[in-house]
């Protein structure tokens, strides 16, 4: 029997998209629709859940099981959805806002546990839904209707979250490289355990060009590195430049220069439980280094739904009590004639 | 020897009391259990403070346990101890104020000295004089010197000789009471068992020398007789409401064919349901510890999305941080049940006692038009029954409902007969069957239920969500559809009075005075009423177990008294709800907020005052 196969059609909704034209989501939406029907996977296997925020409205244009949920609560709901149900794929919609403010306790311990779900992090640096206020990851100094004279906060960067929570998976991608995006949700969904992607989109209304200089076309090359598991951490123009590890630290290297040979550049190992150098990556910021997109961290871990499943089936080998009226009769019980 | 003073009694009450490390809920469970088993009826309830540890000697550091049993029906763990096991002299000073006339101290006279004294801030050196306790029978008993000496060739530490001190007063309890030891030994062999054949030996050793003891000295110790209670024919168990909660909830999942979830965070007194239903991986329950009280509800109602039995559990400071989930229940009616073991309140308040003040949270503390069911659970027992009751509702009508016991019901316990599953109702989900006309707010015409369609069945496939929403669940902001739907919600809890059955009236089904109370105060009301009707009063109980919506027939009932009496656990929170709900009486009040029960005296005083008025 030949496999079905589905299109980017078989997961849209008869839901007209509200977002603002020009938004980063729609191409994100794209992307996840394409993934799913790259899958193979019928849309009834799906579920999507989210919290609240702009993002958040993604599951309304899905054609598969959707809730859209209450505001940072996403991950706590879609773990519920996933234990009782492993079989089913599980994606999660959330913000910066959503996802690292209000949510922050359900998303690091939805890491901590490696549940298997899909989670993406949709960071535009701004709220938007409320209009324009900084969030959690609104770089320092930055002015926002709430920080009109600059914020006077360190923001979070969410792949230190996940890693800090002893995270097994964690990529980046951004709004405007659809293929990419593609490529890390590809990834994502195949991961067993939870999967962080981290989206960089923009803001049309409120943050409008927030990641410009990251993907200002003049300079993409030297800003962008794209890390693909068992490939040299190559970049630039003319792919001259590298990531080497000098005197112990991470250094933006350029080969033919001071010595330099393709044999001192890092080979990326997306795949190493060690999560040292998957953090350096994490970290690496403009000025002095390129972003770092791609898959940067997938590593195997035991899945607590799984895990979940297996107890139960261990115990239930060898039980004594089978069934309710087996438990009522259980232990220390005595009768009156 | 001289013939030993015996003393027949219908009930007893004692009351084990000591540091809240000196082991006196196991001391006081394992009597209890014994005194079942011997065919007694019994009640306890369990008085800890919430530090595990305050400092030693001190009264903010006494735990107590107090059982009640007898030869009849026992609704209530007693108002006041006959007899008193007190560890040490802050224990004596903590517990005056809960002894019978004329009772029966026993307390370690090696516990009582100088530098106790100081500990428990008596002015003297004369506790019992200082307290006004001496019409008491006093019996100092070694405890702690016997303890050691039975002990001292084993070649234990002297901190672990202390640790099995509570035997000793167990077993002279057990002799006093006439109870064998037959069970406790075989509970102290099973739960050290292989493991630990040191301390097995050490326990079993003192609970004997303690029992002896009690033998030997019987010319100073009266012996109460109290002869097994006439109880229904039938297989018993001794419960308390936490478990019977777990059970209830375990049972209806069983019964509906579905798979339970629990989804909640730790918090005193409801912790133990959440452990209660750990323990059932045999049952295939799925319990998760979540990282909060709000996960815990989240979680529990996304596996109600997904097609579980889902359950979450709580106290009301937890009970508070799952509101806003509890609204998106509402609003999205999915099937879902919030059990809340209340406590005293506000805030953080008093973590270990009992109260009934979250009664007014359950029902309104959201935000919005945001109706549930709300049920109330009476006894440690009948906790089974209201949470499989919740479960039924909630499967049946697609709503959530949150069931109220409290701390008095969760850790007291009684004999309960065992119900096989055949007796139980059937519980029918209302899962969604037809694909090509499903919608996921179409309704039942009767009930207002909504179809409940599981994710990952073909043909199905739908978004639902905290926005306001027509009936295929996409979201609308029309003005007249907010409207009809925010009517439809409270309608369709309103409209689950079928499934509620009629009050009844205990004692006078017409008359001078109705007592009403609802849920964990129902032992004690009863009892006042029964002793109230042997003085001649003109009395009846209307007890309460079903909120909202409220039994089709109160008004009825409430036409039928002169004066109606609301007697519960807090400042008025139920006379509030029946003076809006049932209007047209007169509604007298009698409130207590001490984080103690009702004593049968004091709900007597309170209903002759309102006679005399």
């Excluded at chain 2, 030993?4 to 004692?14: D, Q």
């Excluded at chain 2, 303890?147 to 002279?172: C, F, P, V, Y």
């Excluded at chain 2, 599981?454 to 905290?466: Q, V």
């Amino acid at each position: 029997m030949e496999a079905i196969k589905y299109t980017i059609k078989d997961f849209k909704s008869e839901n007209e998209v509200r977002w603002c034209p020009g938004c980063g989501d729609y191409a994100i939406m794209n992307a996840v629709q394409r993934v799913m029907a790259d899958a193979g996977i019928p849309h009834e296997q799906y579920a999507v859940i989210s919290g609240i925020g702009c993002s958040s409205r993604f599951p309304y244009y899905m054609s598969t099981y959707g809730f859209h949920t209450i505001h940072g609560r996403a991950m706590a709901v879609a773990s519920g959805v996933k234990c009782a149900n492993p079989g089913l794929t599980v994606w999660v919609a959330t913000g910066d806002g959503d996802a690292m403010a209000i949510g922050g306790n359900h998303f690091i311990h939805l890491i901590r546990r490696n549940i298997d779900l899909n989670v993406i992090v949709f960071n535009n640096k701004i709220y938007g839904l409320t209009k324009g206020q900084y969030s959690p990851t609104t770089d320092r100094g930055f002015k926002t209707k709430t920080s009109p004279y600059g914020t006077i906060e360190d923001p979070f960067n969410p792949g230190q979250l996940v890693i800090g929570a002893g995270g097994t998976f964690f990529a980046r991608s951004i709004d405007g490289n659809l293929k990419m995006s593609q490529e890390v949700f590809a990834e994502a969904m195949k991961h067993k355990g939870t999967s962080i992607v981290e989206v960089l989109q923009n803001c049309m209304i409120y943050n409008d060009g927030v990641h410009d200089q990251i993907t200002d076309p003049a300079f993409r090359a030297e800003r962008q590195i794209i890390l693909r598991h068992g490939e040299p951490m190559i970049f630039g123009q003319n792919s001259e430049k590298g990531l080497a590890i000098i005197k112990g630290k991470l250094k933006v290297v350029t080969i033919g220069e001071n010595g330099i040979t393709p044999d001192d550049i890092l080979v990326h190992d997306a795949l190493e439980p060690d999560p040292m150098l998957h953090l350096a990556l994490i970290n690496m910021n403009l000025p002095n280094f390129p972003v770092a997109f791609g898959v940067i961290r997938s590593v195997a871990s035991s899945v607590y739904d799984e895990e979940m499943s297996v107890q139960i089936g261990e115990v239930q080998k060898t039980r004594k009590i089978t069934c309710m009226d087996d438990l009522l009769m259980s232990g220390n019980t005595w009768e009156v004639k | 020897m001289k013939e030993a003073k015996v003393i027949e009694l219908e009930e007893v009450a004692i009351r084990f009391s000591g540091d809240s490390g000196d082991g006196m809920q196991l001391t006081g469970t394992l009597f209890s259990d014994a005194a079942a088993l011997m065919g007694n009826d019994i009640s306890t309830f369990p008085d800890y403070p919430s530090e595990i540890r305050a400092p030693q000697g001190t009264v903010a550091g006494v735990s107590g346990f107090q059982v009640q049993f007898g030869g009849k029906q026992i609704s209530h763990p007693g108002d006041l101890a006959h007899v008193l096991v007190a560890m040490n002299p802050a224990a004596v000073k903590a517990n005056a104020r809960f002894m019978n006339p004329g009772g029966t101290i026993i307390y370690d006279e090696d516990a009582f000295n100088e530098k106790n004294f100081r500990k428990a801030a008596f002015a003297t050196d004369d506790p019992f004089t200082e307290l006004n306790l001496n019409d008491m029978v006093r019996i100092g008993v070694p405890i702690t010197s016997l303890t050691q000496e039975s002990l001292k060739d084993l070649g234990l530490d002297n901190k672990s000789i202390l640790r099995s001190k509570n035997m000793l007063a167990l077993g002279l309890v057990c002799w006093m009471f006439n109870r064998p030891l037959d069970y406790i030994e075989k509970f102290i062999r099973n739960k050290f068992g292989k493991k630990n054949p040191l301390v097995v030996e050490s326990n079993l050793r003192v609970l004997k020398a303690g029992y002896n003891y009690g033998y030997n000295l019987q010319f100073t110790t009266p012996q109460y007789l109290v002869n097994p209670a006439p109880i229904q024919p039938g297989i018993y168990r001794n419960i308390n409401g936490n478990y019977s909660t777990a059970w209830g909830l375990i049972a209806a999942a069983e019964k509906a064919g579905l798979k339970l979830f629990v989804g909640s965070y730790p918090i005193t007194p409801a912790t133990e349901i959440l452990q209660a239903l750990s323990e059932r991986k045999d049952l295939g329950v799925k319990s998760f510890q979540a990282e909060d009280e709000i996960a815990g509800i989240c979680t529990a109602l996304g596996a109600a999305f997904a097609g579980h039995l889902a359950v979450t559990t709580t106290s009301g400071p937890g009970f508070a941080l799952k509101s806003e989930a509890l609204g998106l229940a509402v609003m999205a009616e999915l099937p879902l049940v919030v059990v809340d073991v209340q406590r005293g309140g506000p805030s953080t308040g008093l973590p270990t006692k009992t109260e009934q003040s979250d009664m007014l949270q359950a029902l309104y503390g959201r935000n919005g038009e945001s109706p549930v069911v709300v049920l109330a659970a009476s006894t440690p027992s009948d906790c089974f029954w209201y949470a499989y009751k919740a479960a039924k509702i909630a499967l049946e009508r697609m709503v959530p409902v949150v069931l109220l016991t409290d701390g008095f019901l969760g850790n007291g316990s009684e004999p309960w007969k065992v119900p096989t599953m055949a007796e139980l109702p059937e519980i029918t989900p209302r899962l969604a069957k037809d694909s090509a006309n499903y919608k996921p707010y179409a309704r039942d015409p009767k009930t207002l239920a909504r179809e409940w369609a599981i994710p990952g069945i073909p043909g199905f496939a739908h978004r639902i969500g905290g926005l306001e929403k027509s009936i295929t669940g996409n979201v609308s902001h029309d003005p007249d559809n907010h409207q009809i739907n925010c009517e439809i919600r409270e309608n369709k809890v309103m409209r689950v009075i079928d499934m509620v059955p009629d009050l009844e009236v205990y004692g006078q089904d017409s008359g001078e005075v109705l007592i009403v109370s609802w849920g964990g105060t129902y032992g004690h009301t009863l009892s006042a009423v029964t002793e109230m009707r042997k003085q001649g009063k003109s009395v009846g109980l209307a007890h309460f177990n079903y909120i909202k919506p409220l039994p089709a027939n109160v008004a009825d009932v409430f036409s039928r008294f002169k004066k109606i009496i609301v007697c519960e656990l807090n400042l008025g929170q139920f006379a509030t709800f029946l003076r809006s709900t049932v209007p047209g009486f007169e509604y007298h009040q009698f409130n207590k907020v001490k984080g103690l029960p009702f004593t049968v005296s004091e709900i007597s005083e309170a209903v002759n005052k309102i006679l005399e008025a």
